[in-house]
């Protein structure tokens, strides 16, 4: 474990203490807290331009496992590059390309390939040979070039801690991420164990050695013996996990769906958006909760439906009956095909319908008995 400030620093217990009595849920999606904001942009702040954008994980491991996500979904591709008798953490996907793990345990997946440790002490290319960099990263380019269309990422470290805190011959990086981003991959740099001020002269070890890289991971220092992790990359590339539908509907509902849970965060509740479609609102209230939370949480949800209704419905109605006319809604023919001029159905109006929306009552709660809204019942 590396304890990046010294075990029990009276400072560090301090300031974890006043922490827990505040927050200390850490979610990326729906909710962050102020210090965690600013422990971001101070991250960000040691970084080129090109990194945007912070996911907390809960440990070294994870973050990598979330960044191979992350390039796998970026570049539509499933094939891994590693370093011989590299170790990126013990979850199942990092175990099947950690050639540490598979050698002893389990046979190497097809879609992962191994690449020589640029070894210059007990390698085969010295520290004396002014081309070490250049063959070292040739061989490289041997093995990838087969299957250059189908390689998503390559993942090092840029320094080598888990084989014994080996410094990669001048140039090497360089050259293994410019052959990646030239075949359609990116790169993750495995900082858990070198970054954060360990490489001494640079607070990353990426930049001792002249590249950068495409996303970062970050665990072990970053906490002090703490549970936290982080992956940091791009916008675009962060973007790339989104569940992106064509389908309209979907889309729409997905939309309303975080309108609504943007709306209960307002409110002081959170919720998720869940579901294939992200349309979902997912409460998980603690188990104190009281019948006064309860009012309070389904008063708050008829508002909202209440609001959503009064201010989108053309456009809702638009979506499940399609009409031909501003005007008038087609007669709507009974199962028999036979449709009746008298029937409420055929002489329904659309513009009746937008009238009634615009008489619903302002959000201060006050209505009119008279108007036709007052009277209406949102559970019909």
Same mark, same amino acid.
């Given at each position: ?332 023919? =009974? +199962?028999?095909?036979? @449709?009746? *001029?008298? #029937?409420?159905? !055929? ?18 709660? =006050? +209505?009119?008995?008279? @108007?036709? *809204?007052? #009277?209406?019942? !949102?559970?019909?």
């Amino acid at each position: 474990m590396l304890i990046q400030l010294g075990h029990c620093h009276q400072e560090i217990l301090d300031v974890a203490c006043q922490q827990l009595g505040k927050f200390t849920a850490c979610s990326v999606e729906s909710v962050n807290n102020d210090e965690q904001v600013k422990y971001c942009q101070r991250l960000l702040n040691t970084l080129p331009d090109n990194f945007q954008v912070c996911l907390f994980t809960n440990s070294g491991s994870e973050a990598n496992d979330l960044a191979l996500q992350l390039a796998r979904a970026y570049t539509g591709r499933q094939n891994i590059v590693v370093v011989d008798a590299a170790y990126h953490g013990t979850v199942n996907l990092l175990l099947d390309i950690s050639p540490r793990a598979f050698m002893l345990s389990s046979e190497k997946k097809p879609w992962v390939h191994v690449i020589p440790f640029p070894d210059t002490y007990r390698g085969e290319f010295s520290a004396d040979d002014p081309q070490a960099a250049q063959k070292y990263a040739q061989a490289a380019r041997n093995i990838m070039e087969a299957h250059r269309d189908n390689i998503a990422t390559l993942i090092c470290e840029p320094v080598f801690v888990v084989h014994g805190a080996v410094v990669p011959p001048p140039g090497w990086l360089s050259l293994m991420y410019d052959y990646i981003h030239e075949i359609g991959g990116v790169v993750i740099a495995d900082e858990i164990q070198c970054g954060m001020g360990r490489s001494g002269s640079h607070f990353w070890a990426f930049q001792t050695q002249g590249a950068v890289p495409d996303i970062i991971t970050v665990g072990k220092p970053m906490g002090n013996g703490m549970p936290i992790g982080a992956v940091i990359t791009s916008r675009k590339i962060a973007e790339s996990l989104n569940c992106l539908d064509d389908n309209r509907m979907s889309m729409e509902a997905r939309s309303l769906a975080r309108h609504n849970r943007q709306r209960m965060k307002e409110a002081k509740i959170i919720v998720a958006n869940e579901g294939e479609y992200g349309n979902v609102l997912l409460f998980l209230p603690a188990m104190c909760l009281t019948t006064e939370n309860v009012l309070f949480i389904v008063s708050t949800l008829n508002r909202i439906f209440t609001s959503l209704q009064m201010d989108s419905s053309p456009a809702i109605m638009d979506l499940l009956l399609p009409r031909t006319s501003d005007t008038l809604v087609q007669q709507w023919p =009974d +199962s028999s095909g036979d @449709s009746d *001029a008298s #029937s409420p159905a !055929a002489s329904y109006n659309a513009m009746d319908y937008d009238t009634l929306v615009q008489q619903w009552p302002d959000s201060s709660g =006050d +209505s009119d008995a008279s @108007s036709p *809204a007052a #009277s209406y019942n !949102a559970m019909d």
